[in-house]
């Protein structure tokens, strides 16, 4: 991931001293805290490219668990922004490298069990129930958006708007449990009710499938 972002920061180099006209901008949204470095390719065309990054901790549950949710956001986006009219509305497309993941920590009852497929667990015996959802790789990306960091001949702010859709496909999930202490029997019911529950987890998340893109931000033109 490290060499990814590298990448990223040589990129927006190389596009800096390739170009003559270069914008950054800086934004926050749906998709973290980001920054992305602009280039004009063609008279309505221009190139960005740029990284968000955001943690958020967040509450879920399946019909039998309860969770601590935790949503990484970590993306990397190689887009194209075409503005039909000249002005600042645009069409935006492209493709993202994709680390977005949720890790999921089941919370056990006050009483101190799991029930898993209609089976009640005690968490003392069944150790801790941990799982992971991630998607694709690498994800197309399309909206629209307001505003051309690089608009004009003359160095300054503006304002820069995305509205779209990040399609990272349907997610994958993998749920187990960790430190049974129970009977050999008992465990092995257990593994096959946590493979039950992992499905019901699987659907909970389904939503995740086409994540929303609202981001704003600032942009300066060197």
Same mark, same amino acid.
């Given at each position: 991931m490290k060499k990814l972002y590298l990448a990223v920061? $040589?990129? &927006? @180099?190389?596009?800096? $001293?390739a170009a003559a006209d270069i914008g950054l901008s800086v934004e926050a949204g749906t998709t973290g805290l980001g920054i992305h470095a602009v280039v004009p390719v063609q008279k309505q065309l221009n190139a960005r490219i740029g990284t968000s990054l955001l943690?958020?901790?967040?509450? *879920?549950?399946?019909?039998?668990? #309860?969770?601590d949710f935790k949503l990484k956001l970590k993306t990397l986006d190689a887009l194209l922004d075409w503005y039909p @009219? /000249?002005?600042?509305?645009?069409?935006?497309?492209?493709?993202?490298?994709? *680390?977005? %993941?949720?890790? @999921?920590? /089941?919370? !056990? =009852? &006050? $009483?101190?069990?799991?029930t898993l497929n209609g089976n009640t667990y005690t968490a003392a015996s069944a150790g801790t129930l941990n799982g992971q959802v991630d998607f694709r790789n690498f994800a197309p990306y399309l909206g629209i958006g307001w505003g051309n960091a690089v608009a004009g #001949? %003359? @160095?300054g702010f503006g304002f820069n708007a995305d509205l779209g859709?990040?399609?990272?496909?349907? !997610?994958? =999930?993998s749920l187990a449990n960790n430190g049974c202490t129970a009977p050999a029997p008992v465990c092995a019911q257990l593994a096959a009710? +946590?493979? &039950?529950?992992?499905?019901?987890?699987?659907?909970? +998340? %389904?939503?995740? %499938? &086409?994540? !929303?893109?609202?981001?704003? *931000? +600032?942009?300066?033109?060197f």
């Open positions: 920061l $040589a990129g &927006a @180099a190389s596009m800096s $001293a943690n958020y901790s967040f509450d *879920g549950s399946t019909s039998n668990v #309860d969770y @009219a /000249g002005g600042a509305f645009r069409f935006t497309g492209g493709v993202v490298y994709n *680390g977005n %993941k949720i890790t @999921a920590n /089941g919370r !056990p =009852t &006050a $009483a101190g069990t799991y #001949d %003359k @160095a859709v990040l399609l990272q496909g349907s !997610p994958r =999930t009710d +946590v493979a &039950a529950e992992n499905v019901r987890l699987r659907d909970e +998340v %389904k939503d995740f %499938k &086409a994540y !929303p893109v609202l981001r704003v *931000g +600032v942009s300066y033109r």
